[in-house]
């Protein structure tokens, strides 16, 4: 009842306030080779002919607007089109700095639509681009950048869970990687998972964030490493004009935000956040309670008009507790209770990246440092005086360096650079099911890549040509950089106005994560001649339609082929089944025999922006299957959903309301039941506290569909100078139960019949409530 009041009392006074307050964008125009200002360009508001064109020095001003959600548009005979990211103007006026590019399309008469969708001629396919509105106002997702790319295809997401795991076209959570204006990030997520990538809450200040390239295959040859995702985050600079402040309040966290400038030629981003999320979980009787903080800055200097330095830090901090309190928790909480371990994790990335421009070339160095410290620790029935069932303490480090040059000539581009990078791994773990063991490990790894771009004079065609290749010191299996060479080809032709057939093919590596490579046994390295660079062919066709401006229609087929796929020794399945849950993914015997393969088609329709709405609607069909030595046929991996269908929206209302809603529809998993024979003989159940799954029938189980609506309201109230905003999200609004694999517990009891063996429990697993959340949010 308090929650229905407070909501009541939320929309009766939002109803009755309104303030008229306008705004005005600013800022200048240069030549993106020249850096010099460029005069008489015409600067619009996209999608509406209010506007101007810069003075003698490039300098623009477009006055009187109203707070809102905006995108610029620069064009000039000559030169390439130019669409910003979207961004709000709320509290203060906007100044923007906008380079334009010469084009080398003729003139012509083919009336082909220019919009804000992107596409290169590196990745003309596979390409999404994530804006301000998709993240901002995004329904269930909690502002968390990895929730919000489970709208787009190909993304599966957990049914009613906790984690936003990124499994993208069929493949597991540890093959994708993050970068933050060029500076690589280890994970996005606050209590990741090691040697995977994925967590229940994101790390990231999403205020931050101008717009998110999303790459899902025909990945760039200077981002290696990789082999279904890439998210390359681009962020904000502060405000070279104004100082600004920014004050959230949610259900589960508060957060802190500033940007402004020092000078003339240094801008700065700075951002803190403190959860109380183990208080929304206690009150829901979860079985865990997480406390995370974060912290986040960006410092630009422009030291002149061709040289320019960034540094960026990211660092998190989390611990979680067990909620040991047992009254009134269900059987299955009690199961979780039972394996999950506390966990205590910092991690943090630094970076600088320096660019040089000069004139056809621009040459990039990026230098970064990142760690991860992980600490589990469990005890039996959790009580320290039964004894430690696992004490896991590790760190990772990395040290990176990157140069790349590009240069345009005509109608060609040509990418090149070299990386090389020193990685520390250690570990010293005591534990009932992870053999003890104490290892340091470093290893130094390095890549050369290279890119040659073509677009023909009447943008009919564009092409591209990669090659990358990477090897380290770790062992003699992967030190020869001709044993990795990584070709990739991509091609775009217009068919006729507006209809485009897309196309990639490519070979991609991926090493295999520090707790394999670092994996002890009696003092060896037992995974060191039995490993290898995983491997993965990749073929991408696809057709795109723009019927306008504001609308992209996309058919895409993909198919994905793996060699030398890590297999584990003891279970006989793939390692990329593992790692969608809070344990540690690779701590143990495992070689690269396995192979296997993804393949599916995705359905895209996106309307940007036009008419206050935004709208995607997205469904994939997809296959991940997998098999081994032994094996004559295919059997599905975890990541095997087959039916993923999402519908997601938002509108502007007047008076400054919004609505966003998300509805997601995914396939049932396949699952592997228990081994009760094995589980049940109390030498197991007492050493590892835990069932043991029937590896011999693995994933010969699929779970039920599963369907979930997302709402959101907002109401913002804009003042001179300040803005005040509200929210209310409600989280699976219809209240949708998924039924999940029935657990398996040990009561205790030894059995009357065999007293070698407990008597076991079976726990039925369902999930899935109503979360309502509210939301404050201050800027001035």
Not at 3 to 23: E, G, K, N, P
Not at 316 to 341: C, E, F, H, R, W
Not at 435 to 464: D, M, R, V
Request: glycine share 8%; no cysteine; proline share 4%.
């Amino acid at each position: 009842m308090r929650r229905i009041f407070y909501l009541i009392l939320f929309i009766a006074i939002s109803t009755t306030l309104s303030f008229a307050v306008t705004h005005t964008i600013s800022g200048r125009v240069i030549d993106k080779k020249s850096r010099e200002p460029m005069p008489y360009i015409n600067v619009v508001i996209w999608n509406s002919t209010t506007g101007t064109t810069t003075d003698s020095l490039g300098y623009f001003s477009i006055k009187n607007l109203a707070p809102g959600v905006y995108r610029l548009q620069a064009s000039f005979i000559g030169y390439n089109t130019y669409f910003s990211p979207e961004f709000q103007l709320s509290s203060k006026n906007k100044f923007f700095e906008i380079e334009i590019e010469e084009s080398v399309e003729q003139l012509k008469e083919v009336n082909v639509v220019a919009g804000p969708f992107k596409k290169t001629a590196e990745t003309p396919i596979a390409l999404r681009v994530i804006g301000f509105s998709e993240i901002e106002k995004s329904a269930g997702s909690g502002r968390d950048i990895s929730r919000v790319i489970q709208s787009f295809p190909g993304v599966a997401s957990s049914p009613a869970g906790y984690r936003n795991d990124l499994i993208v076209r069929g493949g597991g959570p540890s093959e994708n990687r993050f970068y933050i204006d060029g500076v690589e990030i280890p994970n996005i997520n606050h209590f990741a998972t090691q040697g995977a990538s994925g967590g229940p809450v994101g790390i990231l200040n999403s205020d931050f964030i101008r717009e998110t390239d999303f790459y899902s295959g025909a990945f760039p040859a200077s981002k290696g490493n990789v082999l279904s995702s890439v998210l390359d985050f681009k962020l904000k600079d502060g405000s070279t004009q104004e100082h600004n402040r920014k004050f959230a309040l949610g259900s589960s966290d508060v957060a802190y935000s500033m940007d402004g400038h020092v000078g003339e030629k240094v801008t700065y981003l700075f951002s803190v956040r403190q959860s109380y999320l183990q208080f929304l979980f206690k009150a829901l009787n979860l079985p865990f309670l997480p406390t995370f903080n974060d912290a986040q800055f960006k410092v630009k200097v422009k030291f002149d008009k061709k040289n320019e330095l960034t540094l960026l830090g990211l660092g998190a901090i989390d611990d979680m507790k067990l909620n040991t309190d047992t009254v009134g928790q269900t059987d299955g909480n009690k199961y979780i209770l039972s394996t999950l371990p506390t966990i205590k994790q910092n991690t943090y990335t630094l970076g600088a990246v320096y660019k040089h421009f000069a004139g056809s070339q621009v040459q990039t160095l990026v230098l970064s440092t990142n760690k991860l410290n992980n600490s589990n620790l469990k005890y039996f029935g959790n009580e320290e005086s039964n004894g430690i069932l696992l004490d896991y303490n590790s760190y990772e480090q990395e040290t990176k360096l990157r140069f790349e040059n590009s240069s345009s000539f005509g109608n060609f581009r040509l990418i090149s650079g070299i990386n090389g990078e020193v990685a520390d791994y250690y570990n010293n773990t005591f534990g009932q099911y992870i053999p003890a063991y104490k290892t340091n490990l470093s290893i130094f790894k390095y890549g050369f890549f290279g890119s040659l771009l073509f677009e023909n004079s009447n943008g009919h065609f564009t092409g591209s040509f990669a090659l990358r290749t990477d090897a380290n010191s770790y062992s003699a299996l992967m030190n020869n950089p001709i044993d990795q060479l990584s070709p990739r080809l991509s091609a775009s032709y217009r068919l006729r106005e507006n209809f485009y057939l897309n196309a990639n093919v490519g070979r991609y590596y991926q090493l295999p994560a520090y707790t394999v490579l670092g994996y002890q046994n009696g003092g060896n390295f037992v995974n060191k001649s039995m490993v290898n660079y995983l491997q993965s062919d990749q073929v991408v066709v696809g057709l795109e339609q723009r019927p306008s401006r504001y609308i992209r229609l996309t058919m895409e087929g993909f198919y994905k082929k793996y060699d030398h796929a890590l297999l584990s020794i003891k279970d006989k399945i793939p390692l990329a089944s593992k790692g969608a849950d809070y344990d540690i993914l690779g701590t143990e015997e495992v070689n690269s025999n396995a192979d296997g393969r993804a393949y599916g088609v995705e359905l895209l329709a996106r309307w940007s922006g036009y008419k206050n709405l935004n709208f995607i609607a997205a469904y994939t069909l997809v296959r991940s299957e997998f098999t081994t030595p032994d094996r004559s046929d295919y059997i599905p991996t975890s990541w095997d959903n087959r039916h993923l269908l999402t519908i997601t929206g938002g509108y502007e209302f007047r008076r400054n309301w919004s609505l966003g809603l998300k509805y997601r529809l995914i396939g049932g998993a396949p699952y592997t039941r228990w081994n009760e024979s094995l589980s049940s003989l109390k030498a197991n159940w007492d050493k590892l506290n835990r069932p043991i799954l029937d590896y011999a029938n693995f994933n010969q189980d699929r779970l039920p569909l599963f369907s979930q609506l997302d709402l959101r309201i907002d109401k913002s109230y804009f003042f001179k100078n300040w803005m005040l905003g509200f929210y209310l999200d409600i989280q699976n609004a219809t209240n949708s139960k998924f039924k999940g694999a029935t657990q398996l517990l040990s009561t205790g009891v030894t059995d009357p019949l065999d007293n070698s063996r407990y008597v076991m429990k079976t726990i039925q697993n369902e999930n899935g409530n109503l979360l309502p959340s509210i939301g404050i949010m201050v800027e001035f």
